[in-house]
């Protein structure tokens, strides 16, 4: 007694849907890796073996223009440049409701050590914490 079935199975199914979802992944992918960019400025950072896993919520970055011999400060990115004796005055109200306030500086390879120095003694002064910006090596 053999049972045969009227109908064949076709063993092949259509990849036209799975094409689609890789395809709009892939652009999804594209556009959020553009929008992440912590450093607007190009800076050139020193390189070092340890990284830290921890998040700062705002960033200093230290522009240095040898040609002139002058530095620029820049916050979170922000193309203006900010005078140092405003950074302490801006960096509170970003800082004021944080568990933990920290920010890191993000410093050209070519800045001097002074200007970092000043950044960190205003972290000191308001007992923030500092993450120096590196790149791996």
């Known amino acids: 007694m ?11 199914f259509s990849m036209s849907s ?7 992944l892939l652009i999804f992918f594209l556009v959020t890796s553009t929008l992440i960019n912590p450093n607007a400025l190009k800076l050139l950072l020193p390189k070092s073996t340890g990284q830290v896993s921890a998040k700062a ?3 200093v ?6 040609e002139k011999g002058t530095v620029s400060f820049h916050i979170n990115g922000n193309s203006k ?15 004021e409701n944080e ?3 920290t920010f890191s500086i993000y410093a050209d390879e070519t800045v ?16 923030y914490k500092v993450i120096m910006a590196t790149t791996p090596e």
Do not use: C, W
């Open 99 to 101: 568990d933990d306030p």
């Open 81 to 95: 440049p900010v005078r140092f004796d405003q950074i302490e005055g801006e960096l509170k109200p970003l800082l």
């Open 112 to 127: 001097p050590v002074k200007e970092v120095v000043a950044l960190m003694n205003i972290a000191k002064r308001n007992h």
């Open 57 to 59: 919520t705002v960033t």
């Open 2 to 12: 053999s049972i045969k079935r009227k109908t064949k199975v076709d063993p092949s």
């Open 18 to 24: 799975m094409t689609d979802i890789v395809f709009l």
């Open 61 to 66: 970055s230290i522009k240095h223009y040898p």
